[in-house]
C-alpha cells in the first residue's frame, strides 16, 4: 500500500473524534500492509485544526476554501477527487458519520474506488486488505474484499477503533490550492438545525439507557440520567414511565413508541414485554439489569445480571468513570 | 414532476434466528420472509406524497428476482403509477456498485426530476446505492433527508446530523434524495388494495436493455466481495452476570469497554 | 248551562269543520311530504337485509319496543320514560278523538263509546297529569341537574331542544285540561273529584271566569291542542325526537347478528369488485344504520358507559349518531335538492379519525340504547373506508403486516406456533395432522402462542386438559390468527385470508369441537366465520368438567381471599357467557366472590384485545384498565379474575401502573382452575 489518506472531519471549527479513529484505523493497516499515512483536512481558516493535526500526523494537506466551512459533500467530492485523481494504491479512511454518508459513494464513483462502508475491523490476508462489517440487521459478521481494486475507500464505525491524541508528532502541512474557485457548487448549505429544546431522538442513539417499571415508585430519575451522561448515551424508558409522567412520551421505546436501533441497549427494570422487546429488535448489543430472573428481557439480552438496579446502577457508574480514567 | 423511486427486496432478519450457509458465504435464506426494505417505504410514501402535492408520475424500480413482483404491486397500490424490476439470474451477490450501475442505465433512459431511495438496507448496510447513483448520472445528491419541499427547480431538504442537529440544504434538480425512516407516515396497503393492481403489467427490464453484459453484475462486476460470514460470538440467551454487586458492575462496565463504548 | 263545542264554533266565519279538515289536511300532507323526504334518503342507502326472522322481531318489538325493558338500566330516567311512553300510547286515542271532535261535537272512536269512554276518560284524565308531573320533572332534571349524558361536546344548537319537545307536550296536557275543566264548570257531576283529578284540578282555576271567557277558553283550549298536537307531529321528524316515530320500528328492525360484523355490502358476491369499500357518506351506510341516526333520541347512555369516551378518548358514540343526523338534515334538506358538502366529508371532518379508531368494538353502546341502535358495524364500515385509503394508525400497520405476511401480528415464524407446547410438566400436547381426529381441537390464538405471558395460560390449558384426561391437540403451524380484530379493524381482505387459511385446516382434521380460552378467537370462530365449527369457550368446558367431577379444586391457591371477576367484553355481552365463568370460581372451595358495579353485560372494557393492543390513543388521560383495576379495589378484591388473555395482559399492566402489586392479583380463568387442581 502506498498511501493511506484519513479525511479529517470537523464541525464549527471542532475536530470530531472520528479522525482520531481513522488515524487509529489507518495505524493498524499500516503497520500490516505498510504505506505513509496522510491526513487530508479541507475546510475554511482551520490553521489551528491543521496545527493539532499535525502533532499526530506525520503529513498533513490542507485545502481551504470558503465552500468548505461546512461538511458540502458536493464540494468535497470536487476536492478530494482532485487530490486522488493521480493517485493509486492507497486506502482512503473516514468516519461513518452523517457527513461522511452523504460522500463517501458518490466519491468512490468519481474516484473508480472501492467502498466498504461501516466497518469495525481490518483484517489482511495473502497480502490483500480486508475490511469486517456487519450485516442482516447488524446480526452477522462479514468479511469483504476488495477484489484487486487498488483504490480502496473504507468508513468506519464510530467507537470500533480507539486513540487518545498524544500530540507529539510534529508533522508538515503541506496547503494545496482549491480546485473550487471556478467550479460550481450543485449544493448549497443554508443553516443547522437544532431539534426543539428537551427533544432526545431516541431512534438515532447510538447508546441507550432505558429503564422501565423496576426503578419503583419513587426513583432517582437523576441517578439514571446521570448513568446515561456517563456512558454517553441518551435516556429512555418503556410504557409504565410514561404512564406516570415521569419520562415525556418521546422517550418510549416499543412498538408503541419509538423503534430504536441503538449499538448498545442497556435495560435498567425493563421486564421485556413484547411490545418493548419489538422495538430494541435491532440492537445488537442487548444487556440488562432485573430482579426477576425470569423476566422475558433476559431471552433477548446478550448479558444479565440479577439483582437490585438502585444498588447496580451507582456501582456502575462508578466503574465506568475508572475505566474511562 | 416525474418521480423514479428505487425499492430493495430483503430479506426480514430483524427477528429471524439466522445461521451461516454452506460455503460461508451468505445465511441460509429459504425460512426468510423476504420484504421491502423498510427504509425504501418511506421513499416510495415520500415520492407518492410529493407526487400528490406538485403533481407528475412515479416510477419504482427495483433490482429484484421474480418474487419481489409482490413488493412493486404493493408500491403501485401505495400510488405509483408504473414499475419496473430489473433482472437477471446473473446478478446473484452484486454489490451496491452493481446495482447503482444498473440502475443507472435504466434511469438514464428517461427523463426525471427526482430519484428517491431510502437511505440504507437492512440486510446490507451499505448506504451505497443513492450516492452513488447520482454520481453515476451526474447529478447531485443527498442522504438521510428527513423533509423535503420543491421550488424554484430546487429541492430544499433537511438531512440528519448527530444529536438531534439538522442541516438545511438546496440542490438542484434533478438529483437524488435519499431518504431518513420517519420522514412521513407510510400508509397503509390492503390486500383489497393491491388487488386492484393485480393487472398492471410490471415489465421485467434484462441486462440487453440496460446495455450491460453478464460480466459486469454479480459478484464479478461486483468491486467488493464477501470472503466469509460469521455469527458475531455473543451467543443466545443472555449470560448471567454472577456475583456480588460489586463484581457484577465491574463486570458490566468492562463489556461496555470491550464494545468500545467508553 | 251547556258550554259550545269547538266543532259548533265558525272560526272568523269559516265553520269549525272546515277549519279541522285544512288543519288536518296541512299537517299530515307536511307531515308526509317530510316523512317521504326522510324515506327517501334510506332508500339511497346501502341494502340491509332485515326483513326475515319475523316472529323474533315481534318478540323484539314487544319486549324492547313497546315493553321499554332497557329502561330502567336507568332507574330514575327509566320509569320516566315508561311513563311518558305510556301516557303517548294511552293518550293517542284521546287525541284521536280530539281530532274528531273538530268535525263533530260528540265525535267518538269506534268502541270507545258509553262506559268505556267512561272508563277511558277516568284513564285519560290520570295520565294527563302524571305526563305533565313527568315532563314537569324531566325540564327540572335537565335544567336544575344537568346530567353530563346529555350535553354535546362539540356541537351545538340541539340544548333547546328537549325543552321545546317538553314544553310541547306540557302544552298538550296543559289544554287537554283547559279544554276538558272549562266544560267541566258548566256541567253537573256527581262523580267523585279523584276520577278526574286532572279536569278537577283544571276546573278549580277557571271557577270564577265568567262563562263567556269559560267558552272561550274551551275553543281556545281546545284548538290550541290541535295546533300543538299537529306542531309536535311535524316537529319530530325534523329533531332529534323523531325516534317518537322510529324507535319502535328500529326496534323492529334491530341487528340480531350479535357478535357479527356486517359484510362490507350485503347482496354483493364479490365485495372484492365494488368500486369503494366502506362508507365514507351518509348513502354508503346501510338504511338501517341511517334509521339509527334517525332514531337516537340523544339520551347518552351509549355515551355515558363507552369507554373510550370514559377515558378521555375522542369518541362519544351518541355524537356520532347526532353529528351525522345533523349531517343529513343539512345534505337532503326538507325543501330543494340534495346538497354537494364537498369541503365537509362525513367521514374525516365530521366523524373524525380519531373517532373511529378510539373504539374498542367491546359493545358497551349498544348494550345500552334503548332502541338498539348499533355502532360498531358502523365504525368498521368506516374503517373498512379509512383502510383503503391507507390511513391507519402506524401503531397497527405492523401488527396487520406481520399477520399478512406470517399469520400472526407477532412477527414470530410459523415454525415456532407450537414452541410454547414443548416440555410441559406432566402433559403431552399433541399436533393434529390432517386427517387425524381429537375430541378437541385447542384453538391457541397467536396471543396463546407467541406472547410469553400468555403462554403461561396456554400452558396451564393444556394441563388441566391432559389431567381430566380430555382427548386434545392443537394445529401447531397450520394454525393462523383468528382475525378478530383484523376484521373489526376494517381489513376485510386480511380476515378473508386467515379466517379460510384456518377454516381449511379446521376442514382436514377430525373433531368434535374446538376450545379456546381467547374469548376473540371464540366469537369470530363462532360469529363470523363463514363455516360454522362446534366451539367452547373454556369458561363452558371447564363447567361441564366440573359438573361430570373430572375436575376437583381445592381453596388452596386462594386461601379464601376475596374473589371478582372481570366480563371480558368478547365473552359476555357479546356472547351472554356471563355464568360458567362464575361457576367456575365459585366451585372453588373458600372462594369469597364479590361481583363489581360495573359486571355482565355493564362490564367495563379493558381497552381491547387482539391488534388493539398495539394501538396507542394520543388522547386518553387514563387507561381504561386502571379504571377497571380501581373498581375492583372499590369492593375490596384481591384477586381480579378474567377469561381472557387480553384483558389479563391489560390489568396486569393497571396493577403495576395503580401501585397495586402485591395487593391484588389478575389471574385467568384457566390459570385459577390450573393452580386450584387438587
Known sequence: MKNIYVLAEHRNGTLRDTTWEALSAARSVSSQLGGEIVCLLLGNNVSSIS?????????????????????????????????????????????????????????SVVLDAALATDCFGFEVSEGQLLALRQIYS????????????????????????????????????????????????RKTFVSYEEAEKGDVDISSAEIIVSIGRGIGDEPDMDMYQSLADTVGGVLACSRPIVDKNLLPKYHQVGTSGIEVKPKI????????????????????????????????????????????????????????????G | MKIIACMKWIPDTSEAELSIASGGKDIKKDDLDYD???????????????KEKYEGAVTVVSVAPEDAEEMLRECLARGADEAFQIWNDSFEGSDGFVVAKALAEFIKKRPFDLVLTGTLAEDDGGGQVGGMLAAMLGVPSATLVSRIEISDGKAKFRRELEGGLYENVEMGLPAVISVATGLNEPRFVSIRAVRKVASVDIPTVDLDELGMNENQVGMEGSKIVIEKVYLPPEGEGAEIIKGSTEEAAARLAEILKEKGVL | MTILEPANVPLAGVPAPSVALIVLIASLSFFAYVMWKRIDLLKRCAPDPRFSDVSQRIKMMVLYGFGQLRQPRYLGAGILHILLFAGFMILSLRSLTLIGRGFSADFHLPLLTGSAAFVYDVIKDYTVLVVLVVCLIAIARRAIWKPQRYAHPGTSGHEGEAYIILGLVSALMVTDMIYDGSAFIGEAHSEPWYLFPATNFAAMFMKSVPSQALEQLHIGGYWAHILFFFGLLNYLPISKHFHVITAIPNVYFANLNHGKIKPVKYGVDDWMELEQCGVNDLTGFTWKHVLDFYSCADCGRCSDNCPANIVGRALSPKMISIKARDYAYAKYPVFGTPKDFKDKKLVGDIITEDEIWACTTCGACEQECPIFIEYIDKIV?????????????????????????????????KSKRSAWAKDIEGVEVRELKKGENAEYLFFVDSCGSFDPRIQEISKSFARILGKSSCDFAILGQDENDSGNEVRRIGEEGLFEQVSEKNIEAFEARNFRQIVTFDPHAFNVIKNDYPKKFPISHCSQLLSKLIRENKIKFSGEYLKGRVVTYHDPCYLGRHNNVYEEPRFVINSIPGARFRDMERSRSRSFCCSGGGIMLWYENEQETQRMGERRVRMAQEIGAQVIVTACPFCLINLEDAIKTTGNEGKIEVIDLVELADRSMS
Not at chain 1, 446480526?139 to 467507537?159: M, P, Q, Y
Open chain 1, 138 to 185: 447488524y446480526k452477522i459478521n462479514a468479511l469483504v474484499s476488495f477484489k484487486n481494486c487498488d483504490k480502496i475507500v473504507v468508513t468506519l464505525r464510530s467507537g470500533s477503533f480507539s486513540f487518545t491524541p498524544a500530540g507529539q508528532a510534529s508533522g508538515t502541512i503541506e496547503k494545496r490550492d482549491s480546485p473550487l474557485a471556478s467550479a460550481k457548487l
Open chain 1, 265 to 324: 441497549y442497556l435495560a435498567l427494570g425493563i421486564s421485556g414485554a413484547f411490545q418493548h422487546v419489538g422495538g430494541i429488535k435491532g440492537s445488537p448489543l442487548i444487556m440488562a439489569v432485573n430482579k426477576d430472573p425470569r423476566a422475558p428481557i433476559f431471552r433477548v439480552a446478550q448479558y444479565g445480571v440479577v439483582g437490585d438496579i438502585n444498588e447496580i446502577v451507582p456501582a456502575l457508574e462508578e466503574k465506568i468513570k475508572e475505566l474511562k
Open chain 1, 51 to 107: 496545527e493539532k493535526l499535525a502533532q499526530e500526523f506525520s503529513k498533513v494537506v490542507v485545502v481551504e476554501d470558503p465552500n468548505l466551512e461546512t461538511f458540502n459533500s458536493d464540494a468535497m467530492t470536487q476536492t478530494l477527487s482532485t487530490i486522488l485523481k493521480d493517485e493509486s494504491d492507497y486506502l482512503l479512511l473516514m468516519g461513518n458519520s452523517n457527513s461522511v454518508i452523504d460522500l463517501a459513494p458518490g466519491l
Open chain 2, 36 to 50: 421491502l426494505n423498510d427504509w425504501d417505504r418511506f421513499a416510495i410514501e415520500e415520492a407518492v406524497q410529493l
Open chain 3, 381 to 413: 364500515d368506516m374503517r373498512r373506508y379509512l383502510i383503503e385509503q391507507g390511513a391507519l394508525p402506524q401503531s397497527l400497520q405492523k401488527p396487520l403486516q406481520q399477520i399478512k405476511k406470517k399469520g400472526n401480528a407477532y412477527g414470530a415464524v
